[in-house]
């Protein structure tokens, strides 16, 4: 029997694995990336993650991390899964423990084991690690790494690479489902943010950014704000550590807050944080709270700017501002003026923030309400576009 005993994976290999497996809370199709680079490191033949019903045992979900066992997998989940003597020894492990299935299961049980004869030993399979993990309340995840029979039974060293990764598998696991249920919430939160001209970002306790519109996007060099692996990252260590503790005081207390940031440069922003509530799912304990931060920029883009509604406010703007401008004061909605343009709403959008910040308004509604068509061009509302109404 030839055997290759292999020597406990580098810092450097166990960091970039667990970069990979976290990777994984956002694209899960990345899973049998990080699957297949686990069975690289122990020397498995095939490495298979297994989502059971805590309560029952039964396994709801099967993946691998090599597509030549991708059939061989779908066969385990319909077929044999019930009849797996692993997840016997599995149920029997605390979360974070790890289990050589050649110390429980000799040669003599293999022999006689319909498991063993009628799956593991046809696809060439014979020696398993077995690991356990729970993400969250009332599923156990288990992952399996198997060799062949040639290759010899896992050394002690694979065993204990194993148990480092397991933490890592059950928080990526943990947090992947948590966005899965945020869903919803963010579906609803991100048409609100799309509507506020100031920038806004949707953020867990821990600044995960879940979502944030085009003015938080074009604001991030001005706040010296990074997205760093899905978190912000302020360039400033002590302003970093300001927005972790307010994010955390948000948090446990459920309570607004407000705070002024100095960022490099003089520029001064204010931070509101609002707490934002995700409904409960059936057997939850609760409501979860995200927390919607608002950044309000307390310099003016402009030394010197022209009064609100001037001509000499509406010179600042191209001809399809001022057609888009002619538009709202006719009391079309963004829909309509993009479609009498020829444009994206998107594009219609992008140009009433532009139509804002020259003008020095703060609001679409101040805007409208305050702005007399007498100011605009005659061009802008003699053009086809809006000639007539709708």
């Not at 692993?86 to 084991?113: N, T």
């Not at 060799?147 to 002690?156: M, N």
């Amino acid at each position: 029997m030839s055997h290759r005993p292999i020597n406990l994976p580098s810092t450097e290999e166990l960091l970039q694995l667990a970069v990979q497996i976290h990777q994984c809370s956002i694209e899960e199709r990345r899973l049998p990336e990080a699957l297949h680079r686990l069975g690289a490191l122990l020397h498995a033949s095939v490495v298979q993650l297994l989502t059971l019903d805590a309560a029952t045992g039964a396994v709801l979900d099967a993946q691998v991390g090599e597509p030549a066992f991708d059939a061989t997998n779908k066969d385990y989940l319909n077929e044999w899964a019930r009849f797996d003597p692993r997840l016997r020894e599995a149920a029997l492990l605390g979360r974070f423990e790890v289990s050589a299935c050649h110390e429980h299961f000799d040669d003599a049980f293999v022999a006689q084991d319909h498991f063993f004869q009628g799956f593991l030993n046809p696809h060439g399979l014979r020696w398993s690690l077995v690991g356990r993990f729970e993400p969250m309340p009332g599923i156990s995840m288990v992952l399996l790494a198997m060799r062949d029979a040639k290759h010899g039974r896992f050394e002690p060293v694979a065993a204990q690479t194993l148990k480092q990764l397991l933490p890592h598998f059950q928080q990526a696991m943990a947090t992947g489902r948590l966005l899965e249920r945020y869903a919803g919430a963010l579906e609803s939160a991100a048409e609100a943010l799309r509507l506020m001209p100031t920038p806004c970002l949707l953020t867990d306790h821990v600044g995960r950014c879940m979502e944030g519109n085009d003015a938080f996007s074009r604001a991030l060099d001005a706040l010296s704000v990074r997205i760093v692996t899905g978190r912000v990252r302020f360039n400033d260590p002590a302003l970093q550590s300001r927005w972790e503790t307010a994010l955390f005081e948000t948090h446990a207390t459920a309570l607004p807050k407000a705070a002024r940031l100095s960022i490099a440069g003089g520029r001064e922003w204010n931070l509101r944080l609002l707490p934002w509530y995700v409904p409960p799912e059936a057997g939850d304990r609760g409501v979860t709270r995200l927390i919607l931060a608002i950044f309000d920029d307390r310099a003016p883009s402009h030394p010197i700017e022209p009064p609100a509604g001037s001509m000499a406010a509406v010179a600042r703007l191209t001809r399809a501002e001022a057609e888009v401008l002619a538009g709202l004061l006719k009391g079309l909605p963004a829909k309509t003026i993009a479609a009498r343009r020829n444009a994206s709403v998107n594009t219609v959008r992008s140009q009433i923030m532009a139509i804002l910040e020259k003008t020095g308004y703060s609001s679409q509604k101040e805007l409208m309400a305050s702005f007399g068509t007498s100011a605009l061009p005659d061009s802008a509302f003699t053009s086809s576009v809006f000639q007539s109404e709708p």
